[in-house]
């Protein structure tokens, strides 16, 4: 008979303890560097600043992955996740300072200037017109073009942008300070209060998620639109959300931290779950193809015949193919792979590799979509181009690390008094 375990934290380290106070200020100074190495190997502000847009891409899509599974555990009230809820739980939290790294984004827009986004000085339709439209005043536009006009203006966006980050911050901050606070108080009655916000918590993240995604990145090219766009930055978001909070419980338990609490039965339901997005996100990229492939509209088609028939990027669309979706869907299809702590390990690394490769093959063909439909393959970049695309990806990735020390500091790693704490260290996979 299964010997039932108590509801006890029993992990010598349940936190990061004076670990964090050395990491922040080392991640600082290597961002900073790797930040600056990369704008002088750019060769200019135009390419770094779509680098530093797919990187910010990136990590936000992580973080509010991460805010996704907080929101759907206490939707679910599920019980087997609760060690693994408090990881999320900070990473949902770094959404707020991420408000900070989206600056250059958001002055670079301000300041009037389109080299991120055509749309700043009225370019709705610059790519696939001989850009009449853009010096017509607004009233003498077709009526879609208006509607464009009115939604895509910088001060717009910035309103738009600073009640994004309003909500995810707010979410955020409720669901991490309740359940810290229920770490002292115990009880079932902020469990309850926290799954009665889940629900309309959800919508507003659906909303918020929806419209972020159409500003960041489809924005690029504004003369292009997808209906199922959102719900591939969502796919993609909540996978590499699920591979770091596998990667970072690997990492801490290696460290000796929550050696206890975090078993082989949670990673084989992460796995399963990265498993089943892998999937989705296979599903939503492939059904948007094939509608736009098959009703053949030049508004439409001229997105996908950029990244799949011009030179240097048709060949990262077959990377994605087979590295985002079909190496993954064989490798954790069986059981021992997801059981196996250093597989997993790997695993996540390299499922996180691919999904920044799926943010960088979303912006950059924009940034080498040069003027007369000549395109700037990826063969055509140099090697100290490239030397500084990883530059800049390292850098943000030392901010986004030093930022989550920060939230996290000498915070419990675990829940401490969950209701459903038991349940969780009981978790079993039949």
């Avoid at 375990?5 to 900073?32: E, H, Q």
């Avoid at 696939?128 to 939604?151: C, I, R, V």
């Avoid at 796995?271 to 009703?295: C, P, R």
């Amino acid at each position: 008979m299964h010997e039932t375990r108590p509801a006890k934290i029993t992990s010598p380290i349940v936190s990061l303890s004076d670990g964090y106070v050395r990491t922040i200020p080392s991640a600082l100074i290597v961002a900073a560097i790797g930040l600056v190495l990369s704008l002088i190997l750019s060769g200019g502000t135009e390419r770094f600043l779509y680098v530093y847009l797919t990187n910010f891409a990136f990590l936000l899509s992580i973080c509010l992955g991460c805010l996704f599974f907080v929101i759907i555990m206490f939707l679910t009230r599920a019980g087997w996740s609760v060690t693994l809820r408090r990881i999320a739980e900070l990473y949902a939290m770094c959404t707020l300072p991420l408000a900070i790294l989206f600056l250059p984004i958001l002055i670079t827009v301000l300041s009037g200037s389109d080299v991120l986004y055509p749309w700043v000085n009225g370019g709705w339709s610059i790519h696939n017109s001989d850009g009449a439209l853009a010096h017509l005043p607004a009233d003498q536009l077709p009526p879609l073009e208006q509607l464009k006009a009115a939604f895509l203006s910088p001060g717009f966006f910035s309103v738009r942008w600073i009640a994004y980050f309003a909500v995810w911050g707010t979410l955020a901050a409720f669901f991490l300070f309740t359940s810290l606070r229920q770490d002292k108080e115990g009880g079932i009655q902020l469990t309850h209060r926290m799954q009665a916000i889940a629900a309309p918590a959800l919508i507003v993240f659906a909303a918020t998620v929806v419209f972020a995604s159409f500003d960041l990145e489809m924005s690029l090219e504004p003369f292009w639109f997808s209906t199922m766009f959102p719900v591939y930055f969502f796919a993609g978001g909540v996978l590499s959300a699920l591979a770091t909070i596998t990667l970072t419980a690997l990492w801490l338990q290696r460290t000796g931290r929550v050696t206890d609490e975090i078993t082989t039965e949670h990673y084989h339901d992460m796995g399963k779950l990265m498993f089943g997005f892998v999937v989705f996100w296979g599903y939503i990229a492939f059904s948007q193809f094939l509608l736009i492939w098959y009703a053949n509209i030049p508004e439409e088609t001229f997105w996908y015949d950029l990244r799949i028939n011009k030179n240097g990027w048709k060949t990262l669309s077959y990377v994605l193919l087979i590295g985002h979706l079909f190496i993954p869907f064989l490798a954790m299809m069986g059981r021992t792979v997801r059981r196996n702590k250093n597989i997993m390990f790997g695993a996540t690394i390299y499922l996180l590799v691919m999904h920044w490769l799926d943010h960088f093959w979303l912006v950059m063909p924009h940034y080498n979509h040069a003027p007369g439909g000549h395109v700037r393959g990826l063969a055509t970049t140099s090697f100290l181009t490239m030397i500084g695309d990883v530059a800049c990806t390292v850098a943000m990735v030392a901010a986004f690390i030093a930022i989550f020390c920060l939230v996290a500091r000498t915070r419990p790693l675990v829940p401490l008094q969950d209701p459903r704490l038991g349940e969780a260290l009981n978790h079993e996979v039949h």
